[in-house]
Structures are given as structure tokens and as C-alpha cells.
């Protein structure tokens, strides 16, 4: 039976693998889907709105390292918190410098907001360095849990889980019960007949898009408990974003999530068979296949435009 | 005489392409010295790139991402043949398998692969430049364009295709070079293009080829086709409703524009006598539209010098000042939306040809005692002129 248990931890440790990736797809495409899903504007500079979070959370980890060590444990929220300020009020001011003038024109927007996180690539590493830094993750989040022998499960991947879970409640229950979410659906499905029932679609417009923007940065912040942040960080991953938010079906949230569960998955298991290059092409090759056989993604039931 | 006058569309288009044809096929061979002339033709096979995207995006409202694809599959084809000229037996002999490309070599590859085959054949190789790429638009188009994909997720899937390639083509090194590409490509059927006067009658090749394909587009614009092409742009359902294939026109344009680059991307290898997976990616796909839309999306010739003004750019700031580059380009991108959505030639029609009409009008004495032509109304016809 020794076999067996060796199959089962290896198998749970895989599934873990994939969960953890699916925890950083779906916090990276969370912000995406408001903003994306929702409002239908094409953010290309998502990924340095994760960079900004990641990168507010290194500055509160020097900042606490230096005056006040004593407060260590604790910075990690704070820094989340603080993450999903500037974040918030970065994109808050790029909705009103850039784009509110270009919802009209969605592919246009796409090549400024491309243009945006080129010049806050470069505001990164003027400030920052080239050089990648790394946050100290708090005590707490060291280590990992010891299950059986065989697993492991280390602290950090179960925190992002955790992070996960309640941002995506929190987000749910945003767009979903509250008052502020059925203002957010209603200009997105009719922006006039919002507008001639009192709606103030400018302000809905405006605090959507630095929600998502906020949201992005918590993701940042998390990204920190698992690697280094670098100028290109956010990057790097904005296509496979886009990706699962089309896949999921732009609109649904519910389909968001399922489709980085879908593409996590995928992704980690074919790692353990092929090279990490391999998995990705064929993950990725996949996605498109199924893109163009059902162009409306996994969960959607309008026709898109 | 009719088709002629169609082609070259009119006087004023006509003094525009001979100006362009001016620049490039005198003043640049006469003003600059090889190895600048030589980046001059890499920053011109930019400009197929360009002029494809002028056609498939300004006017038919389709923006790819993933012109680099077409650009790198071009090129690739070329290298290939190149690189396996390069490796006969008689120069590789020092390797472990004679005959077969150094980096299969390296990667204990010890037989030509089937995929590199029939790239032996000079005549399949030119076939294969355009054939491949363009097989590979009509198949993306087909997919997408037949199931009504909107805009915004064709770009973004093309994006995505451009990404896939770029980590294949890295991931398989044995086959392909992996990150530094196909490189040390010598002769085409024995002629070596390393020398000075291989690389002039290269410049010049490749700008009879540009023309040519600004002629085409020209051509296309001109048909009937292009009409359609502005009117799916501007109201997609409304041609639909009138009857028309919509999906089989944006095809047949995505396709052109994918022949265009691949054009570019044969004529890179041979000019500068490699192709790397850094002209496939995401990143140079996007820059490629960049060069459309500066020059003008709504004109082929602003095209050439968008590509032009913006590689130059390119190469002078990131020689002197590299810090300040990506601002640069980031605020261009920025800009050109925002402020300039029809580029060079749309600032060109509002503000240079009233410039330019006024400076003739003010500069030669003669012209001033003799009655001046109504300017009220010259200018009027200018600006009203497409």
C-alpha cells in the first residue's frame, strides 16, 4: 500500500500546485473582470497596477524593517490595505486624464493604456532600480504545514488562497447586493436609460475603473508573499489575464473564476508531463481553440460585440 | 489610362508617392553612408508591416496584434533556406553532424529535421515566405471573423497567438534557434550578402517590393472593396443587412495585410541577416502598430514614414538616452490617440498643405503682381480633398 500513499500525496501536492495558480490567475483577473468584464475598456497597463501594489508593499516592509520592527507581524495588512489605496487612486486619476475620453473608442484605448504602462514601466525602474526587490513577508507566512509526512503545504500558498477566497466574496457581494453594483450593471447594459433614471454614469464610471484598479494592487501586494517584484512584473502575465476574463465570458464573474480554475488546472498538470514552455503553448493553444469554437467564452449567454 | 489614374489616385496622391519614391530610392542612397543605409532598409521592412496594418485597421477597422507573427513566419522562411546554405557540409565539418545547422548541432540534434526539408528548394522557399503566413491569417480569419469575434477579442486572441509563438519558438531551440534566433546567414545561391553592394542592391529590392505593395494597397483602396471596407468599419450590420459576406472581406484584408508583412520580415533576414523570436513577440507586434499610427492610420504613405520617423526615433534615443526612450514612445502611444488619431498625414492634410499653399502664394515676387489666385477657395478645395 506504500505505493498508494505516495500516488495520493503526490497527487494532492499537484492539486495544490494548481490551486495556487489558479490563486494568482483569478487575483490578476479579478480587477480585469470588473474592468474589462464590466466596463468593457481594454486595460493594457492592468499588470502595472499589480506592480504598483507590489511594489507599495516593499516600500511599507523597508519602511517597517527600519523604524519599527516591532510592528512586523502586523505591516502585512496594512500594506494591503494601503496597496489597494494607491492603486485605486492612480487608476482613479488615469479614468479622468485618459479614459473617460476614449470610451467611444475601445481599440484606441488599448494602445494608450499600452502606452500608459510603458511609461510606468519606466517610472518603476527609474524610482525603483532594475534590480528585482522582494517585501519581507511577516513571520507567520514562513514555513509551511505539515499535514502528513508526505504533505506539505506551505503558509503563503494558503494565505493567497484565503486572500483569494475574500476578495472574491467581497467583490461578489459588491457588484451583486449593494446598490453601487446594480448602478455599475445597469450603465454598463444602457448607459442613457441609466442617465435618464438619475444615475450619475460619470462617477459610476469612474470609481468602477479604480475599484478594479484597486483591487489589482491587493493582488500585487499578495504577489510579494511568493516572489520578487521587478519593473516588468505585472507585465508579463497580462495576456493569460485577458485571457481567462475571455475565456470565463466577459461578463459573468462566476465564469471568470471557473475559467482560471479551468486554466490553472491545465496548465499544472501539463507541467508535470511536458516542459514549463510546452505546457504553456499548449495551455494557451487550447484557450484559443475553444475561443473559436465557442467565440462567447465558457459562461455567456449574449451574443458579444 | 482609366486604371492607371485609379492606381496612383489622382495628382495630388501622385506628387505624394513621388516625393516618398524621391527620399528613398535618391536622397537616402546619396546622403548616407552603407552601414546607415542598411538600417535604413530594416526600418523600411518595418514598413510593410505598416502598410498592412494601414489596410486592415484604418481603413477595415480590424487591429491585430499579432502582425509580428506574420512578420517572424516571413522571416523565419527566409532564414531557413539562408541557414541551410550557410551549413554545407564543407563548412560545418568541424561539427559532430556535418551539414546540418550549428544550433541543431549544439543541441545534439543529429538529423535535419522534416520541418527544415524542404527549405533546400529556393523556389519553395519564396512559395512558402508568402504562402505560410498568409494560410495561417485564413485560418485565424476564418475562425473569428465567420463567428462575428467583435474587434476588442480579435485583437486580444491575436495577441495571445503572437505570445504562443514567441515561447514556442524559444522553447524549441533544436528546431528553431530558441532566443538568439537564426543567425550567420551568409549567400542567397551563392551570393554573398555581406558585402556593400549586396546590401545597395538589397535596399533597393526592398523598396521596389514596398512600392509594389503600396501599390496594391492603393489598388484595393480604390476598388470597390475599399469602400466596403470603410463602410463594415463604420457599420458593420449595415453592410451585413445589405447583402454582403462581411466575414469574407475582412478574411481576404487580414490575409493581404499578413502577405505584407511576411514580405517585411523575408527582406529583415536578408538585409540584416538573422531573425530572432524578438521580432514575433508581443511587444514588437504592438510597436509595429504604432508605426501605422503614427504615420496616419488612414494613409499608406504616412505608413512608410511612421515606420521610418519612429525606428529612427527608436535607434537615436536608445543610443543617447535610454532612460528617457520608453517615456517617449509610451507618451507617443498616448499621444497619437488622444490627440492625433489620424498621425503625420492627418496633421499634414489640416495644417501642412494650407502652410505649404500659403508660402507659395507669399514667397516669389512675380506671383505678387500678377493677380493672386482666390486663396479663400484654394484652401477650401485642399481641405475638403481626402
Same mark, same amino acid.
Given at each position: 500500500m506504500e505505493w498508494l500513499s505516495e500516488f495520493g500525496a503526490i497527487a494532492a501536492m499537484q492539486g495544490f500546485n494548481g490551486l495556487s495558480v489558479f490563486c494568482v490567475l483569478?487575483? *490578476?483577473?479579478?480587477?480585469?473582470?470588473?474592468?474589462?468584464?464590466?466596463?468593457?475598456?481594454?486595460?493594457?497597463?492592468?499588470?502595472?497596477f499589480l506592480t504598483i501594489g507590489a511594489y507599495t508593499t516593499y516600500v511599507c516592509s523597508s519602511l517597517t524593517a527600519h523604524f519599527a520592527p516591532s510592528f512586523q507581524p502586523y505591516y502585512f495588512f496594512f500594506a494591503i490595505a494601503l496597496s489597494f489605496l494607491v492603486a485605486g487612486a492612480v487608476g482613479w486619476l488615469v479614468e479622468w486624464a485618459m479614459i473617460s475620453r476614449l470610451y467611444k473608442r475601445p481599440l484606441d484605448t488599448l494602445l494608450a493604456t499600452w502606452g500608459l504602462s510603458l511609461v510606468m514601466q519606466q517610472t518603476f525602474r527609474s524610482v525603483f532600480g532594475a534590480r528585482?526587490?522582494?517585501?519581507?513577508?511577516?513571520?507567520?507566512?514562513?514555513?509551511?504545514?505539515?499535514? =502528513? !509526512?508526505?504533505?506539505?503545504?506551505?503558509?503563503?500558498?494558503?494565505?493567497?488562497?484565503?486572500?483569494? /477566497?475574500?476578495?472574491?466574496a467581497a467583490i461578489f457581494l459588491m457588484l451583486y447586493r449593494s446598490r453601487w453594483g446594480l448602478q455599475v450593471r445597469a450603465t454598463v447594459q444602457n448607459r442613457l436609460m441609466s442617465r435618464a433614471v438619475g444615475i450619475?454614469?460619470?462617477?459610476? !464610471?469612474? *470609481?468602477?475603473?479604480?475599484?478594479?484598479?484597486?483591487?489589482?494592487?491587493?493582488?500585487?501586494?499578495?504577489?510579494?508573499?511568493?516572489?520578487?517584484?521587478?519593473? =516588468?512584473?505585472?507585465?508579463?502575465?497580462?495576456? !493569460?489575464?485577458?485571457?481567462? /476574463?475571455?475565456?470565463?465570458?466577459?461578463q459573468s464573474l462566476?465564469?471568470?473564476?471557473?475559467?482560471?480554475?479551468?486554466?490553472?488546472?491545465?496548465?499544472?498538470?501539463?507541467?508535470?508531463?511536458?516542459?514549463?514552455? *510546452?505546457?504553456?503553448?499548449?495551455?494557451?493553444?487550447? /484557450?484559443?481553440?475553444?475561443? *473559436?469554437?465557442?467565440p462567447q467564452g465558457l459562461f455567456s449567454i449574449k451574443v458579444r460585440k | 489610362m482609366k486604371a492607371l489614374d485609379k492606381l496612383l489616385g489622382g495628382q495630388q496622391n501622385l506628387i505624394g508617392i513621388a516625393l516618398l519614391a524621391l527620399l528613398i530610392l535618391v536622397v537616402f542612397p546619396l546622403t548616407l553612408d552603407a552601414f546607415r543605409?542598411?538600417?535604413? $532598409?530594416?526600418?523600411?521592412?518595418?514598413? %510593410?508591416?505598416?502598410?498592412?496594418?494601414?489596410?486592415?485597421?484604418?481603413?477595415?477597422? &480590424?487591429?491585430?496584434?499579432?502582425? $509580428?507573427v506574420f512578420f517572424g513566419v516571413g522571416g523565419y522562411c527566409m532564414a531557413m533556406f539562408l541557414k541551410l546554405e550557410a551549413s554545407d557540409p564543407e563548412s560545418t565539418k568541424i561539427q559532430s553532424t556535418p551539414g546540418i545547422p550549428d544550433f541543431m548541432d549544439w543541441n545534439q540534434i543529429t538529423e535535419l529535421p522534416w520541418l527544415w526539408q524542404p527549405f533546400h528548394s529556393f523556389s519553395f522557399t519564396l512559395v512558402a515566405v508568402i504562402a505560410v503566413p498568409v494560410l495561417l491569417a485564413f485560418i485565424i480569419g476564418m475562425a473569428l471573423f465567420k463567428r462575428r469575434v467583435g474587434d476588442v477579442y480579435f485583437s486580444i486572441v491575436t495577441q495571445a497567438i503572437a505570445l504562443i509563438l514567441t515561447v514556442l519558438i524559444v522553447g524549441q531551440q533544436g528546431l528553431t534557434g530558441g532566443v538568439n534566433g537564426i543567425t550567420d546567414l551568409k549567400t542567397l545561391l551563392g551570393w554573398d550578402l555581406r558585402t556593400d553592394s549586396a546590401k545597395l542592391l538589397l535596399y533597393f529590392i526592398n523598396a521596389g517590393l514596398l512600392f509594389g505593395c503600396i501599390f496594391i494597397g492603393r489598388f484595393i483602396l480604390a476598388s470597390k472593396l475599399g469602400r466596403l471596407l470603410m463602410a463594415m468599419r463604420d457599420k458593420e450590420e449595415r453592410v451585413r443587412f445589405s447583402g454582403y459576406d462581411v466575414a469574407s472581406f475582412k478574411i481576404f484584408v487580414f490575409c493581404v495585410a499578413a502577405a505584407f508583412s511576411a514580405i517585411g520580415g523575408a527582406m529583415f533576414a536578408l538585409q540584416v541577416g538573422f531573425m530572432s523570436p524578438s521580432f514575433v513577440g508581443i511587444v514588437p507586434s504592438i510597436e509595429m502598430v504604432i508605426f501605422a499610427a503614427v504615420g496616419g492610420r488612414m494613409s499608406l504613405l504616412g505608413?512608410?514614414? $511612421?515606420?521610418?520617423?519612429?525606428?529612427?526615433?527608436?535607434?537615436? %534615443?536608445?543610443?543617447? %538616452?535610454?532612460?528617457?526612450?520608453?517615456? +517617449?514612445?509610451?507618451?507617443? %502611444? &498616448?499621444? #497619437?490617440?488622444?490627440?492625433?488619431?489620424?498621425?503625420?498625414? $492627418?496633421?499634414?492634410?489640416?495644417?501642412?498643405? @494650407?502652410?505649404?499653399?500659403? +508660402? +507659395?502664394?507669399?514667397?516669389?515676387? #512675380? @506671383?505678387?503682381?500678377?493677380?493672386?489666385?482666390?486663396?479663400?477657395?484654394?484652401?477650401? &478645395? +485642399?481641405?475638403?480633398?481626402?
Open positions: 483569478l487575483l *490578476m483577473a479579478l480587477g480585469l473582470a470588473i474592468i474589462f468584464g464590466q466596463m468593457g475598456v481594454i486595460n493594457m497597463a492592468h499588470g502595472e528585482e526587490v522582494s517585501a519581507e513577508p511577516p513571520a507567520w507566512l514562513m514555513g509551511s504545514v505539515n499535514f =502528513t !509526512d508526505a504533505i506539505e503545504i506551505p503558509r503563503n500558498g494558503l494565505f493567497m488562497m484565503a486572500l483569494t /477566497v475574500l476578495l472574491t450619475n454614469t460619470r462617477k459610476v !464610471d469612474r *470609481m468602477t475603473f479604480a475599484l478594479g484598479c484597486g483591487v489589482a494592487g491587493v493582488a500585487g501586494a499578495a504577489f510579494t508573499t511568493i516572489g520578487s517584484t521587478g519593473p =516588468t512584473a505585472g507585465s508579463q502575465y497580462i495576456v !493569460d489575464t485577458f485571457l481567462v /476574463v475571455v475565456f470565463g465570458g466577459a462566476f465564469g471568470t473564476i471557473a475559467s482560471a480554475f479551468v486554466i490553472a488546472q491545465t496548465q499544472s498538470l501539463s507541467e508535470f508531463f511536458l516542459s514549463g514552455s *510546452m505546457a504553456k503553448v499548449l495551455t494557451l493553444s487550447s /484557450v484559443i481553440l475553444i475561443l *473559436m469554437l465557442r | 543605409l542598411n538600417m535604413v $532598409g530594416k526600418y523600411l521592412t518595418y514598413a %510593410f508591416v505598416a502598410v498592412g496594418l494601414v489596410l486592415c485597421w484604418g481603413y477595415g477597422g &480590424i487591429l491585430s496584434l499579432g502582425q $509580428g505608413a512608410v514614414y $511612421g515606420a521610418l520617423l519612429v525606428n529612427y526615433g527608436k535607434t537615436y %534615443f536608445s543610443e543617447s %538616452f535610454p532612460e528617457l526612450w520608453l517615456y +517617449l514612445m509610451g507618451g507617443l %502611444f &498616448i499621444a #497619437v490617440v488622444m490627440y492625433f488619431p489620424n498621425g503625420l498625414a $492627418g496633421l499634414w492634410d489640416s495644417h501642412g498643405r @494650407q502652410a505649404l499653399a500659403r +508660402l +507659395l502664394r507669399r514667397q516669389p515676387p #512675380v @506671383q505678387a503682381v500678377a493677380p493672386v489666385v482666390k486663396p479663400k477657395t484654394e484652401s477650401k &478645395i +485642399l481641405e475638403t480633398q481626402p
